[in-house]
């Protein structure tokens, strides 16, 4: 490239005469040609000044939100960062406290439980608006509870609704009638909600993205289209100024939200940044005022930024484990499970690598959950591991085949440090039972494909709670459940949380799911915990407030504000 | 005349680019639908790749591309596909040309700035060490020309970084949207052909000082400043001219380096994003665009030359 | 072409051979004679270094912790030190020692560069010498497809090809090959997509080179004696024009790495664990943040690569200038 044009005269391109003489006649024919010339520099230079002054005034609030959106619509998305965002624009009919992580009033003002605790009525607030001033009534919480139940919408916690009477079956397609959903407007105000079975967490559930409200009358008329519109309608406490594509979305304060008068920040910038150096650098430069995500924390730094005070840990429900394939051998075996865990030294992998406070996890459900307490589970026991590897057939390893571990890595933050994790596994699988692992790096956008098709021998997973309740994490592993993954089908399992689900006492409920999460961590041992996650965000306490750290990570934008203003660069 | 037949060249060239592109992305597997979390059910995934005709054969989704496919809808009736170029497949809200309006501008100017900032320190540079030859502006100016293109924007661009906005913060670290966001980018992007601005200037004046009408011109008594300038510039300009097609082609590559470094949301970190995305519809548009654009600057150039050298006729 | 008339020490005797003549004036072009060294030199070290590793690792206790300190794979707890005296130039995010890793990147570097530049060389002498030989339409047509590749952007087609190929590629080596095999897949596809966006210019000067060499009497001589187009263009034209090809091969070496570079530095080239300049210089930039600065991930790495750029072009043009070809 350095050389490549000089030695391509043009010449070549064109058929050019040099004439010999100053060519002052040529002048006047040329002038057409000069003009025009003209006009094109012209328009140059105007496109040139265009973007210069494009200059738009500075957000009240700029957060970095880790990755771009790939859609606002409430119903489809599932990235944490996109439920940031849907949560600020779209509302439900409850939404979680900042402060605790509960269920509280959002668009519905209270609601009721019927004795037998599966019909649940909740009444709106009057006087219920879109930002755009059409009233907000039940009709549309209807509509959009159904939309997310319609096979043709294509979203992915529509299984979240399978609570209510024959949403199953209207998602599957076996009943047609959207109407023969327990869902239904008894008037503009109150609505009635019918379950399957009661369930303890169904407030949870109405907090979710998944049943936010969303303007019927713009999606009958733009279609797929409709995050487009503007104004959009929106029935949350932001309004969706600006959309730009890796550059950032850009929120304005509601003036028609039910709770407007609590709206801390007028203006919120949302940028999309996927680096924590970046993020880090733009934050310390004072372009930005709180990087919250997990992911977005430089780990070779994290012993020297852990000891400042704008850096905040703070527990919450997520926990990083590995999964067996059960379904090829010689993992079938419920004792060579075992053994792995027993032989899984989780207070080594802690010290060395996760610096950020991370909990050894012997079991599945965070500590923390609300009301339950988990069971024990597998300690780390070199020699009993051993011993029950020989019972299985492979003493001392001898026999056993090369497994191959499946896991995904990125070159910095969070996800680096599961290729480091790869290889402290694989070195106290080798140790303490002798078993030799093969390592195997999958590119993150197939590696949820290959854990589907239980293409793998064992790989790394994590899961982080949808709601604060432990059958978020034991729902996984029932027999039908798409997250699943792991082959393993256990008949009685199923049956415990069925039956602890239809339980209303809370603490039989939590009997039946300590029963349940024994049988999964130290009986069978389809997967095996190693830690439970520690979140990290970082934003100066003396200039933002309206944050607190809970266990599901919850910050409602709404409620945060800068306490002095910002100097503009 | 010349310039309209080349004209006419691009449409039928672009058609076959687009083609191919298309073709070619298409080629690969692991589609825009992979997701992170939680798998979606075989028959969401059916029901996505049919809303989407990923099903259909390439051909036809060609077809579709443009506009050319007419179907039935679930009425009966004959209607008209809307051409499906529009939409992208990652980002399904957002259109295809909604995506390039935005991030245009921002290339758009990041490049013409660079090019500015190229012309403006090459040229005064080049002519100053060919006119003061022997003296320390020729070997201060030489030095820097020969330093500057030794350094390519992906070394120059970390380094601008470290020493200006975070050791020294005097500049903004990453973003766009004020003019000292726009120092940095461009100074990184520019200064590279900054360097082989000032050498072509420097060889093109000295290859014409001597000549004879510039001897001549000196002998009827212009100012030493005047032959210089108009006489002799407006000639050793030419090859500047002739290398900005090939360096505003090269500014537009450049740029991939310094959006990503700087995180500037123009058309460079679309590109790539879409391109690692597999997002068919947004690469094979910016690679179109990408395409037209050195095509139109190619032949703005050439315009220019034509202004400026007299002596030089199209046939 | 032109005498020299002076007196000067150094006057090339005119008994002397073209190419001896040559060798003269490229001895006296001070700067690509240093260039040539320097990239030898190069070369020796990126070649002796895992050699001198090995034997230290057999020399002994203090040679084997040398050695393994110097892997350049090997992990340690040394995370981001600057350079030392156990580290010359200091390590990197996972401990790795900067040193080897730039000797290791210099070696896919120039790897990439070499190969790459011999697949562009195969391709653009092909295409010039029959476009060349042809003459006609289909010279003009050929020549008119090099003019239009040469307006557009190739490393764009660079990046389409590369991500779409590679993911083809991967799953036929996986079903059909060795999977150790898929891991190279992108070196492979990196040699053949940036050579063949590179043959436009080796093109162009094969083209006239050819067609000056096609009225020779040689050429005549040869289609007499009843040789057909391939023969000649095999036994007699080609080989004549191999002195120019090999200047601007040198030439073109130093663009490859450059564009390989490039695509490393966005992700889209070497994909670790290799390591090129390119994906050196952006894990060091990409390290980079207010509170340590890691400036030796920047400076080794980007250092290496401008020497070796410019050595490279330095010798190129001091090779074009002393056999004064021109395009």
């Known amino acids: ?569 | 005349m010349y310039f309209l037949k080349r004209l006419l060249l691009v449409p039928p060239l672009l058609l076959l680019i687009s083609f191919l592109a298309f073709v070619l992305v298409h080629l690969a597997p692991g589609g825009p639908f992979d997701r992170d979390r939680g798998p979606a059910s075989p028959e969401i995934e059916r029901a996505i790749r049919a809303k989407y005709h990923l099903d259909e054969p390439v051909l036809k989704q060609y077809a579709r591309y443009l506009g050319l496919v007419w179907e039935k809808d679930p009425h009966g009736h004959w209607r008209h596909a809307p051409a499906s170029f529009d939409i992208s497949l990652k980002y399904r809200n957002h259109s295809v040309t909604a995506i390039i309006a935005q991030a245009l501008p921002v290339s758009a100017t990041l490049g013409f700035l660079a090019f500015g900032f190229a012309l403006g320190v090459g040229l005064p540079v080049g002519y100053f060490t060919s006119v003061r030859r022997g003296r320390w502006e020729d070997y201060a100016g030489s030095l820097f020309a020969l330093l500057v293109i030794c350094v390519p924007a992906l070394v120059v661009a970390p380094l601008l970084l470290m020493i200006f906005a975070i050791h020294w913060r005097l500049f903004p670290v990453a973003l766009w949207g004020s003019p000292w966001h726009a120092v940095l980018p461009t100074t990184a992007l520019g200064l590279y052909f900054s360097g082989r601005v000032a050498r072509l200037l420097q060889e093109g004046m000295l290859a014409v000082m001597p000549s004879e009408f510039i001897t001549a011109a000196r002998a009827k008594g212009l100012g030493e400043n005047a032959v210089l300038l108009k006489h002799a510039f407006r000639l050793a300009v030419l090859p500047v001219v002739s290398y900005s097609g090939p360096m505003l082609a090269d500014l537009l590559t450049g740029s991939f380096i310094i959006e990503s470094i700087f995180q500037i949301p123009g058309l460079g970190m679309q590109l790539i994003n879409s391109s690692l995305n597999s997002d068919y519809t947004v690469t094979v548009a910016l690679a179109l665009l990408y395409a037209l654009l050195l095509i139109l600057l190619n032949l703005l150039v050439d315009f220019a030359y034509v202004l400026l050298d007299r002596r030089v006729a199209y046939q | ?327």
């Open chain 1, 1 to 569: 490239m350095l050389r490549r044009r000089r030695l391509s005269s043009k010449g070549d391109t064109a058929a050019r005469t040099v004439r010999e003489d100053e060519g002052e006649r040529k002048e006047c024919r040329y002038r057409p040609m000069r003009l025009l010339a003209g006009c094109l520099f012209a328009a140059a230079g105007c496109i040139l000044f265009a973007g210069c002054l494009h200059h738009e005034p500075p957000a009240d609030l700029v957060i970095i939100n880790f990755t771009e959106p790939e859609s606002l619509d409430p119903a489809i998305v599932t990235g944490i960062a996109e439920m940031r965002l849907t949560k600020a624009l779209f509302e439900g009919l409850l939404r979680l406290d900042g402060t605790n992580a509960r269920p509280s009033p959002g668009l519905a003002e209270r609601w009721e439980i019927s004795p037998q605790g599966t019909i649940y009525t909740f009444y709106l607030r009057s006087n219920l608006a879109w930002s755009t001033g059409e009233p907000l009534t039940t009709a549309d919480v209807v509509y959009s509870w159904r939309r997310a139940l319609d096979p043709a919408t294509a979203s992915d916690y529509a299984a979240q609704l399978f609570c209510l009477k024959n949403a199953e079956a209207f998602y599957n397609g076996k009943i047609k009638d959207p109407a023969a959903v327990g869902i239904r407007a008894l008037d503009s105000r109150r609505l009635e909600v019918e379950l399957e079975h009661p369930l303890a967490f169904f407030p949870d559930v109405c907090c979710m993205p998944v049943t936010a409200v969303v303007p019927r009358q713009i999606i009958d008329r733009e279609g797929d289209r409709w995050l487009s519109a503007r104004p959009l309608p929106v029935s949350g406490p932001y309004e969706l100024e600006a959309w730009r594509l890796n550059d950032k979305v850009r929120l304005h304060k509601n003036p028609r939200y039910w709770d407007a008068s609590h709206t801390q920040s007028d203006v919120v910038d949302m940028l999309p940044i996927g680096s924590p150096n970046v993020a880090l650098n733009l934050y310390e430069t004072g372009l930005a005022d709180i990087v919250w995500d997990k992911d977005l924390i430089p780990v070779e730094l994290q012993e020297v930024l852990a000891k400042r005070p704008d850096f905040h840990a703070y527990d919450y429900l997520g926990t990083y484990f590995y999964r067996f394939n059960v379904t090829r051998k010689p993992l079938d075996d419920a004792r060579v499970r075992r053994a792995f865990a027993l032989a899984t030294d989780r207070e080594r992998i802690i010290r060395k690598l996760t610096h950020g406070g991370e909990k050894a996890a012997f079991h599945f459900v965070p500590d923390g959950t609300a009301n339950y307490q988990s069971p024990e589970g597998l300690p780390f026991d070199p020699a009993r591991a051993r011993q029950l590897l020989a019972e299985a057939g492979f003493p001392g390893g001898r026999g056993f085949p090369r497994l191959q571990f499946a896991f995904y890595s990125a070159a910095s933050g969070g996800a680096k440090l599961q290729g480091d994790l790869a290889i402290e596994l694989q070195q106290m699988w080798r140790d303490g039972l002798g078993i030799e692992t093969e390592l195997r790096q999958i590119e993150r956008k197939i590696f949820m494909g290959v854990q589907s098709r239980l293409e793998f021998d064992v790989c790394a997973s994590s899961w982080i709670a949808d709601y604060d309740d432990a059958n978020t994490f034991l729902d996984l592993f029932t027999s039908n459940s798409g997250n699943n993954r792991t082959g393993w089908k256990n008949a009685h399992y199923d049956q415990l949380l069925q039956a602890a689900n239809s339980q209303t006492d809370v603490h039989q409920r939590a009997q039946l799911f300590r029963e349940a999460e024994s049988l999964l961590v130290t009986e069978e041992a389809p997967i095996v915990p190693v830690y439970f996650y520690t979140g990290f965000n970082y934003f100066d306490p003396a200039k933002i407030e309206g944050i607190w750290q809970n266990l599901l990570d919850e910050h409602p934008v709404q409620s945060i504000r800068r306490i002095k203003a910002r100097q503009t660069h």
């Open chain 3, 1 to 327: 072409m032109m005498e020299r008339t002076t007196t000067e020490p150094g006057v090339i005797p005119p008994s002397l051979s073209p190419n001896q003549r040559a060798w003269r004036r490229f001895a006296e072009n001070r700067r690509a004679v240093v260039s040539a060294w320097l990239l030898a030199g190069l070369v020796l070290v990126v070649v002796v270094w895992p050699v001198a590793l090995r034997l230290a690792g057999l020399a002994g206790h203090r040679g084997a912790e040398f050695a393994r300190n110097h892997q350049p794979d090997t992990l340690s707890e040394e995370q981001l030190q600057p350079p030392g005296l156990k580290h010359w130039f200091g390590t990197d995010m996972h401990g790795r020692d900067l040193y080897s890793r730039v000797l290791y990147g210099a070696q896919i570097s120039l790897l990439v560069g070499v190969v790459g530049a011999g697949v562009s060389l195969i391709i653009g002498v092909l295409w010039g010498a029959i476009a060349g030989y042809a003459g006609g339409r289909l010279d003009s047509l050929m020549m008119r497809f090099v003019d239009i590749l040469y307006s557009l952007p190739s490393i764009i087609f660079v990046i389409v090809l590369i991500t779409t190929l590679e993911s083809m590629f991967k799953r036929w080596l996986a079903t059909h090959g060795s999977p150790a095999l898929a891991g190279s897949v992108r070196l492979l596809l990196l040699f053949t997509g940036l050579g063949a966006v590179s043959w436009l210019t080796m093109a162009r000067i094969v083209r006239g080179q050819v067609l000056s060499l096609r009225g020779r009497a040689f050429v005549e001589a040869s289609r007499a004696l009843g040789a057909g187009p391939a023969r000649i263009l095999g036994r007699h034209i080609i080989p004549n024009t191999l002195g120019v090809v090999i200047v601007y091969l040198t030439l073109t070496v130093p663009a490859i790495i450059l564009y390989e570079s490039f695509l490393s530095y966005l992700g889209l080239g070497i994909q670790p664990p290799m390591a090129s300049w390119g994906s050196l210089i952006a894990e060091g930039a990409d390290q980079m943040n207010p509170i340590r600065i890691y400036w030796w991930l920047i400076v080794f790495p980007g250092g290496g690569l401008v020497t070796t750029l410019l050595a490279l072009n330095f010798l190129g043009d001091g090779l074009r200038d002393a056999w004064d070809v021109r395009g």
